[in-house]
């Protein structure tokens, strides 16, 4: 009987251990259950399962310190005795190899063990919102990824401790009461057999966000009619998953239990075994899989559970989570809002676990577009943690991430940066100085610096965050990638696409080794290779990452998925490079179709989409066309963004370059005027996006013959793309091209000669020698040299222009009629000089195939 009580005693301060563990008091419930754990290993003299709780208790509180190494020990530990003592399969067995697995995977350390499941979280992916562009080449804003739509910074979930207490089933409307010493001879009289009983886990998801049932459900009706496997879809920002402490309490099964006799296991037991196999499937992105054992583990519980018990919430939650990383956002949203509900009705308003339910609620209203309901939702979680924890507590770093995010999209970026700086000094103070969740901050707040153009400090934050990463991890994992990812963003704002590339060929490699080859994760990455081979006007290997990119959403969503629509702008954008305007346009449309299903009216995506029609509109010459598609995107980003955002400048860029092409360069002014202001609102002094309203309202004083503001302007433009870009970057020559026609119009031939051969030589570095660029800068070059009587040299430089003309239009096009006509009026002049007067012109045809012929 004093042996009995003893351990009895081990339970009671193992039940404290939670309290305390629950209330974040780490160190204390670490105390009681290390008494715990003596208490046992006196009592049993050897292994005993009993002891292994107690470890696994002990090495779960560790992992909520963020002490990762320390808290492997235990859990390995754990297992070694749950393997030596019961049966292969067994619950625990399952629960704590779960545990070792999100660890190690959280390491990185491949090797250990036994093979890991790929983890679903993901670091954040911040993609800088796109560089304000030239007219004709309006991209969609979201360049990488779902940057943008996807949720950032899930909370990363340890699972609750081991009860070691009597329980019994309760209704659902008598709350157990606290365990205290008071209860202890009451506890005693139950005779609880330790060395029979059996670990009770909950799910080993910790999902505190809860969905009764309120129907049968129907696994069918997840299925998707695709055939690829759930391997190849997309995990999105999930939280780690840990198993929830193993229950040793005997509990009191209502009589009407029916045991499995098949498996040889009851509904308790079908239902932990059925929700491990669904949490490791889960783990390795088999989300379909993991629904069928999720709806058996419902099935078994609702056999001994009233209707809306609490419990069955957790399994709900999964199965949102399921539906949420397929891309079925409805059906994800209403399980987690019906968990939701049964938790108001079981908890107070305040609890711990609908602040995470508010979190996931929050996450999937972001991805539909919905910003200002999700941050509602992620600041009715704060005050709640705020309530609950101490204001340095990591959940609370977890609140200012989300929220972070959304003021992020609203293009608040101050205010962003200022949450995820909260964030990252809770994190400093709680965890050690290398610990990897530090390193996710690193990468959030370069992220917003690189959206305020600040790429220099950008760009060593993310190194800051790669070096963290290559201390704690073995190999590179998908973190890795994503940092990778981030540093190319930058570089390829800067102009260095070379650069950018390798860097997105090394995030690539990185996720083609971690996941499937049809991942949606490695479909970001081909449109982050394609991005920079069409800045470098290489299009037909743009398409190609791009079309493969497509061909992995299509399979891996429902064909009105947002990021399916992505697939087919970028596809669009590059066709209108090409000067396909029809191809792209019917790109472009249906995007839009599914942008306007998929977002509510008004969403930024819906304007991008509408410029883009607008530029295809504008390349025809259509400008009031083109004038009413700007107008519509304008109204969508002006409301859209409060705090003033560069997709409002970029699209008074657009009204004010078509405004300019109808002669209208009054209003045209005032359009690019005020994209001059937000930029130098938004962006630091010496910003490309600031170089190119110089340039455009350059441009329009060019066009009023107001040549001395036109040169001051464009010179402006030329000093900041010079400082910001590499020599040889197409803007830079863009630049000089200008200045390049405003000298010569002032009549200074020289310089405007020497601006536009500067120009030149970038141009044959950056495009094919055959492109219509060059052609159109050397027939710039042949006019100078025309005009300064050096027909020679004016007419080589039209007869290499020529060449290009012909070789991309036909015989009939007005670049190849006036360079011949050029060429014409040379040799005329030619030949008048030399006294041959008399003679009959040459004909152009004739002229034409001469020098063609001895070219070649």
């Not at 996931?360 to 910003?371: D, E, F, K, P």
């Amino acid at each position: 009987k004093k042996q009995e009580r003893t351990i009895h005693f081990a339970h009671v301060l193992n039940n404290i251990g939670i309290i305390s563990s629950d209330q974040n008091k780490f160190d204390e419930a670490l105390g009681y259950y290390q008494q715990a754990l003596k208490i046992k290993q006196d009592f049993y003299q050897g292994d005993h399962v009993d002891i292994a709780r107690s470890l696994t208790n002990i090495g779960i509180t560790l992992g909520d310190q963020g002490k990762r190494d320390e808290s492997l020990g235990f859990h390995q530990r754990a297992l070694k005795i749950y393997e030596k003592l019961l049966p292969a399969g067994h619950i625990d067995i399952i629960s704590s190899r779960s545990i070792i697995t999100e660890i190690l995977t959280h390491h990185e350390k491949y090797a250990e063990q036994f093979p890991r499941s790929p983890s679903p979280q993901r670091t954040n992916h911040h993609i800088p919102p796109t560089e304000p562009f030239d007219i004709t080449s309006s991209r969609s804003s979201r360049s990488g990824t779902l940057e943008e739509r996807r949720k950032e910074n899930e909370p990363f979930h340890f699972p609750q401790r081991a009860s070691t207490s009597i329980q019994r089933i309760r209704s659902p409307d008598r709350p157990d009461l606290p365990f205290s010493c008071s209860h202890m001879g009451e506890t005693m009289g139950h005779g609880e057999q330790h060395a029979e009983s059996l670990p009770r886990p909950r799910s080993p998801q910790r999902t505190n966000h809860h969905i009764p049932p309120t129907e049968p459900f129907d696994i069918t009706s997840s299925r998707s009619s695709r055939s690829d496997t759930l391997e190849e879809r997309r995990k999105e920002n999930e939280p780690f998953h840990f198993p929830q402490r193993a229950s040793t309490s005997t509990q009191t099964i209502p009589s009407s239990e029916q045991h499995d006799v098949r498996s040889g296991r009851g509904p308790t037991d079908t239902i932990d075994y059925s929700n491990a196999q669904a949490d490791a499937l889960y783990n390795k992105g088999k989300y379909e899989e993991a629904l069928e054992h999720y709806a058996q583990a419902l099935q078994a519980h609702e056999k001994i559970y009233p209707h809306d018990h609490l419990n069955a919430a957790k399994i709900f939650d999964n199965i949102g989570k399921s539906f949420k990383n397929q891309g079925m956002y409805n059906q994800a949203l209403m399980y987690h809002e019906r968990a939701l509900q049964v938790q108001y009705r079981f908890h107070p308003c305040d609890h711990i676990d609908s602040a995470e339910t508010l979190d996931n609620i929050g996450h999937i209203l972001s991805v539909q577009g919905h910003y200002h309901e999700a941050l509602d939702r992620y600041y009715q979680a704060h005050t709640i943690r705020g309530k609950l924890c101490s204001a340095e507590d990591i959940c609370v770093s977890v609140s200012l991430d989300n929220i972070a995010s959304i003021r992020r999209i609203e293009g608040n970026y101050d205010g962003a940066l200022c949450c995820f700086q909260q964030a990252l000094e809770i994190r400093q103070k709680i965890y050690r100085q290398d610990h990897i969740d530090i390193a996710k901050s690193f990468n959030n707040i370069g992220s917003i610096l690189a959206n305020q153009g600040k790429y220099d400090a950008a760009f060593d934050y993310h190194q800051k965050a790669l070096q963290m990463q290559e201390k704690l991890c073995v190999v590179e994992s998908v973190s890795f990638a994503e940092t990778w990812n981030n540093m190319g963003h930058i570089l390829s704002k800067q102009g260095k696409y070379d650069k950018a590339r390798e860097n997105y060929q090394r995030s690539c490699e990185i996720l083609m080794n971690y996941y499937s080859s049809g991942h949606v994760c490695i479909a970001q990455s081909l449109d982050n290779i394609g991005n920079t081979l069409q800045s470098q006007r290489q299009y037909d290997k743009a398409l190609e990452n791009y079309q493969r990119a497509y061909e992995i959403r299509n399979k891996c969503y429902p064909p009105n998925h947002c990021d399916v629509a992505e697939s087919l702008t970028n596809i669009g954008n590059t066709l209108s490079d090409q000067e396909k305007y029809h191809e792209a346009e019917n790109y472009y449309k249906q995007a839009l179709i599914i942008y306007e299903s998929f977002y509510p009216p008004g969403h930024e995506t819906i304007a991008t989409c509408l410029n883009c029609i607008g530029n295809i509109r504008f390349s025809q010459s259509m400008y009031d066309e083109a004038l009413e598609y700007y107008h519509r995107a304008l109204q969508i980003y002006e409301k859209f963004y409060p705090f003033g955002h560069v997709k409002i400048a970029t699209s008074l860029n657009n009204i004010g370059n078509t405004l300019t092409y109808q002669t209208k360069y009054d209003e045209a002014l005032g359009q690019c005027e005020r994209a001059l202001n937000i930029y130098k609102k938004l962006y630091p002094a010496g910003h490309s996006a600031i170089a190119l309203s110089l340039n455009t309202i350059g441009n329009i004083h060019h066009k009023q013959e107001k040549y001395d503001k036109a040169f001051q302007y464009c010179q402006q433009a030329l000093r900041i793309r010079e400082a910001f870009y590499p020599d040889d970057h197409l803007y830079v020559a863009q630049s000089l091209q200008n200045i390049g026609t405003i000298l010569t119009d002032f009549g200074n031939c020289d310089e405007a000669l020497y601006s536009h051969r500067r120009a030149l030589a970038i141009l044959e570095r950056v495009f094919p020698p055959s492109h219509i660029k060059i052609a159109r800068c050397r027939c710039h070059i042949g006019d100078i040299l025309n005009e300064q009587e050096k027909l020679d040299e004016a007419l080589h430089e039209f007869r290499q222009a020529l060449t290009i003309f012909e070789q991309i239009h036909s015989t009939s096009n007005v670049d190849v009629a006036n360079t011949r006509r050029k060429i014409d009026n040379i040799l005329n002049r030619q030949w008048n000089h030399n006294g041959t007067a008399g003679q009959p012109c040459r004909t152009t045809e004739h002229i034409d195939g001469r020098f063609r012929s001895s070219e070649i």
